[in-house]
């Protein structure tokens, strides 16, 4: 069954960092790419990054250009994101989700919350 | 990378047969044909119901069909049954390995 579960999630004021980690199982994580959706309170999905099987290709969202770095250790079935300069508006609910062999994700964790505010 | 445009709800009676739509531009759905949808239940993690815009992954209620026309892909949902209440996302490719997801719709059935 594949699981996957985030971590490090929490209350940061603006300005600050945080690093959100998604442990994998239930599949051979180095086969596939792996992404970050958001999910602003009330609001839609929002895609946020994406990193392929070999930490080769990484794409972002305009919002978080040099601010989220996405990464992933596949000796370790883990992924990252790492987020520096917080802003409110980066407050959502973050979630790790597979890629697939099409441009897409199949299945995604239940979340973590990331709140910033002051 | 703007979001893909759906109805922010909908609803219908059991039994009943429910479209929803989601438009984008040239540069997503009028693009490709990687179009997906989510049923997501509050504090649960999405689940995907429909990719490369009418494939059902094993496990989904045939009930769920998806198709898409230029600009604008759909989700029908037949056969309304209870559970089918939640919000549907729809995402697309948009180029350059981003996605572009949608803004949401929460279905209801009454």
């Known amino acids: 069954e594949v699981q996957l579960v985030e971590s490090g999630g929490g209350l940061v004021q603006p300005g600050e960092s945080l690093r959100l980690s998604c442990a994998a199982s239930g599949f051979t994580f180095s086969r596939y790419w792996m992404n970050w959706v958001r999910q602003a309170p009330g609001k839609g999905l929002e895609w946020v990054a994406n990193v392929d099987q070999y930490e080769s290709k990484k794409t972002y969202v305009d919002s978080v250009k040099g601010r989220f770095t996405i990464s992933r250790d596949n000796a370790k079935n883990s992924l990252y994101l790492q987020m520096n300069s917080l802003r409110v508006e980066d407050t959502a609910v973050y979630y790790c989700?597979?890629?697939?062999?099409?441009?897409?994700?199949?299945?995604w964790g239940q979340g973590i919350l990331v709140t910033v505010s002051s | 990378q703007s979001a893909l445009t759906q109805p922010p709800s909908a609803s219908g009676s059991p039994g009943q047969s429910l479209t929803i739509s989601c438009t984008g531009t040239s540069s997503d759905i009028g693009g490709y044909n990687h179009v997906s949808w989510y049923q997501h239940h509050p504090g649960k993690a999405p689940k995907l119901i429909i990719y490369?815009?009418?494939q059902r992954p094993s496990g989904v209620p045939d009930r769920f069909s998806g198709s898409k026309s230029y600009y604008t892909a759909y989700l029908t949902v037949s056969g309304l049954q209870a559970e089918d209440e939640g919000d549907y996302y729809c995402s697309s490719y948009g180029g350059s390995s981003n996605l572009v997801f949608g803004g949401g719709t929460k279905l209801t059935v009454l």
């Open positions: 490369e815009v009418s």
């Open positions: 989700a597979r890629g697939t062999d099409w441009p897409g994700t199949d299945f």
